[in-house]
T-cell receptor
């Protein structure tokens, strides 16, 4: 059974204070690891897809990295508008496209 | 990223009525779409997988006769909550899977309130 664990559950940062969110996973035959951002009352917004260990992707202040056991979402010099819940999910060879989600990390960035 | 729309964004109905929610993939053809339910401060719970031209696959514990799913085209899936009751009140979110990237793109969600 695929499993995803995110840590920490909640993270409070000062504006400009860089940090990382962790996503540990177990999956049979990884087909993709996904990062989403979700604001209250809205659907998840796609950020990144990573397919293999060693892969990295960047978008503005965000950088996602992937190893064989975990993924990190690095946030550089965050701003208050980066406050949201960040969700990590995986899909594997036996998932038929279904995603297994972690519980999310609630990020709050104070001005 | 790709755009997935959902309609309506919010619906209030009386107990016993049926409600239909539409999910459209605007940028690509999605042979597979998914329906989720999300409770406050919880992660998404998969309800069913919707495959174009075939019957939906429901997750364990989801009543298929209550949550009717139709995926009649490569860009449209609908979820009908039949004989809705207050316990069906929730946030319903759909997604469309881009087969080329394995990525699911989510709609903005539909807030259902059953009185």
């Amino acid at each position: 059974e695929d499993q995803v664990t995110q840590s920490p559950e909640a993270l409070r940062l000062q504006e400009g204070e860089s940090s990382s969110l962790n996503c540990s996973y177990t999956v049979s035959g990884l087909r993709g690891l996904f990062w989403y951002r979700q604001d209250p009352g809205k659907g998840p917004e796609f950020l990144f897809t990573l397919y293999s260990a060693g892969e990295e992707k960047e978008k503005e202040r965000l950088k996602a990295t992937l190893t064989k056991k975990e993924s990190f979402l690095h946030i550089t010099a965050p701003k208050p508008e980066d406050s949201a819940t960040y969700l990590c999910a995986v899909t594997g060879g036996t998932s038929y496209g279904k995603l297994t989600f972690g519980q999310g990390t609630i990020l709050t960035v104070h001005p | 990223g790709a755009v997935v729309s959902q309609h309506p964004s919010r619906v209030i109905c009386k107990s016993g009525t049926s409600v239909k929610i539409e999910c459209r993939s605007l940028d690509f053809q999605a042979t597979t779409m998914f329906w989720y339910r999300q409770f406050p401060k919880q992660s998404l719970m998969l309800m069913a997988t919707s495959n174009e031209g075939s019957k939906a696959t429901y997750e364990q514990g989801v009543e298929k006769d209550k949550f009717l799913i139709n995926h009649a085209s490569l860009t449209l899936s609908t979820l009908t909550v039949t004989s809705a009751h207050p316990e069906d009140s929730s946030f319903y979110i759909c997604s469309a899977r881009d087969p080329g990237s394995e990525t699911q793109y989510f709609g903005p969600g539909t807030r259902l309130l059953v009185l």
